[in-house]
């Protein structure tokens, strides 16, 4: 094979009249430039090595009747193992996730039992950037250093996830400030997500646990404090 490569390269950098086809179809041209400005950077197989990686234009002679090329053989051996050896890293070294990745993924958040608090697996997958408060920390913690294409269920415990219970998160307020922060006419049942307007600006929620003529009773831990979760990750794409 690599023989009859030198010999289509002698044929076509010839000054015979009967290769002037061979020289137009390759760019290559009679005379006037060197030959690593035109008649080698024109050819479709050595092109793409010399762009992308730069190499020097490679030095030729010219004789009475041709312009030669040194180094055929080793060109194309070089080639050959350069594009082997890149193609092998690529395969080999799949994207990871930094911490200001942007990622297409499925995810599922699912209680300890397997219960499924939110998933996309049933539909499109999700889009997003890490470091943008899109996921929760702790989540995105979990994703740094996986591959693209990888997929992980982590077990997370109470406090590697929305934390303890705190007992002093349960506080009694008065109905006239839940009037205030409620819409007119407001049904409230037991169980209710209710927000709330802090006094230094920002909201915050509670369940309600109890609801009084005067008072009612909120639980301000989080709805998943003290639950051991699964967060399992499908990568898809990570940029």
Same mark, same amino acid.
């Given at each position: ?24 179809? $390759? ?7 060197? #030959? =690593?400005?035109?008649? !080698? /950077?024109?050819? *479709?197989?050595? &092109? ?72 996309? $697996? ?7 950037? #890490? =470091?943008?408060?899109? !996921? /929760?920390?702790? *989540?995105?913690? &979990? ?82 404090? =003290?639950?051991?979760? !699964? ?9």
């Amino acid at each position: 094979m690599l023989d009859q490569l030198v010999a289509q390269f002698d044929r076509i950098l010839s000054l015979d009249a009967h290769a002037q086809e061979d020289r137009q179809q $390759f760019g290559v041209r009679q005379g006037a430039r060197a #030959l =690593g400005d035109q008649a !080698l /950077a024109g050819t *479709l197989l050595f &092109r793409p090595v010399v762009d992308a990686h730069r190499l020097r234009p490679f030095n030729c002679v010219r004789s009475s009747t041709a312009w030669r090329i040194g180094p055929v053989l080793p060109l194309v051996a070089y080639n050959i193992g350069l594009h082997a050896r890149t193609n092998t890293m690529t395969q080999a070294s799949p994207a990871v996730v930094t911490d200001s990745a942007y990622l297409t993924l499925h995810y599922r958040l699912a209680t300890a039992e397997g219960t499924d608090i939110v998933t996309t $697996f049933a539909g499109n997958p999700a889009t997003l950037m #890490l =470091g943008q408060g899109q !996921l /929760a920390p702790f *989540l995105e913690q &979990r994703l740094i250093g996986m591959a693209e294409g990888s997929h992980q269920t982590f077990e997370l415990a109470p406090a590697e996830g929305f934390g303890e219970r705190n007992p002093e998160l349960i506080q009694k307020v008065s109905r006239a400030t839940l009037d205030e922060n409620s819409a007119p006419g407001a049904d409230y049942k037991i169980g209710d997500l209710v927000d709330f307007a802090a006094p230094g600006g920002g909201r915050f929620a509670g369940v309600l646990r109890e609801l009084g003529d005067n008072s009612a009773i909120f639980d301000f831990n989080h709805p998943l404090a =003290g639950k051991a979760l !699964l967060f399992e990750v499908k990568l898809i794409s990570v940029l």
